[in-house]
């Protein structure tokens, strides 16, 4: 079996569900998607996974997740969207992702992402809204990418480290789609709307981002 596509789309009712062989699948697009009384998920080895997009999407009583690694995926588009029983995950290994976008959105107790491993040599990844209303998430680290969307990527993070707003605010310098001006004069679509980045930091940022050699 190589397609899980809808495997076990809204099944509302099931709390757990067996483990099965999933060494060869590459699509687990709506795998376990809106399964509302899910409360733990397999180890399932995926390390074939090229799509992930939607997996567990709405899933929202899952409180952890197995530490998967995801060489391969290219499309993780609302993989984990609306998972918010999650406080913390240990997914690593997504150097090939593509697509990101809204990947966590509305994973409002997540505290802790770790590093994810996307991207790298400034590659092309889309990652509008992926921290999408995260709002107890703490820390984003830097990636090395050349997002081609970066809106809404951690608007409503009100928790997010000076650090990890200046990690941010890196990865928009790196795109054509944002500069430091019309970061601070954009509308709600913003990648930091919602958070403390504001006018009255404004300075702060401009220091530390010259000191580590970028242009505002």
């Known amino acids: 079996v190589t397609n899980m596509c809808n495997f076990m789309y809204s099944l509302p009712l099931i709390n757990n569900v067996p483990h099965y062989d999933t060494s060869n699948v590459k699509n687990f697009s709506n795998f376990m998607t809106s399964m509302s009384n899910l409360t733990s998920i397999p180890n399932f080895n995926v390390s074939n996974a ?4 939607q997996m567990l999407e709405g899933s929202y009583k899952l409180t952890n997740l197995p530490d998967w690694s995801f060489p391969n995926v290219t499309n993780a588009f609302q993989a984990f969207q609306d998972c918010s029983g999650l406080t913390s995950i240990n997914l690593t290994n997504f150097s090939n992702l593509n697509y990101a976008y809204w990947m ?7 505290k802790s992402i770790g590093d994810l ?13 992926m921290f999408y209303n995260c709002s107890n998430l703490t820390d984003i680290p830097y990636y090395d990418i050349k997002p081609t969307d970066m809106d809404r990527f951690a608007s409503g993070c ?5 650090n990890s707003v200046i990690n941010v605010i890196k990865m928009c310098l790196n795109s054509t789609q944002y500069s430091y001006k019309n970061l601070m004069t954009s509308n709600w679509r913003s ?9 009255s930091y404004y300075q702060d940022y401009v220091e530390a981002l010259t000191a580590a050699g970028w242009t505002c």
């Open 50 to 53: 090229t799509n992930i997009s």
């Open 191 to 199: 990648p930091l709307a919602g958070t403390q980045f504001s006018n």
């Open 117 to 129: 491993g996307i991207g790298g040599n400034g590659k092309a990844v889309n990652v509008a809204g």
């Open 158 to 162: 009100r928790s997010l480290t000076n």
């Open 104 to 110: 966590f959105a509305g994973c409002r107790n997540l």
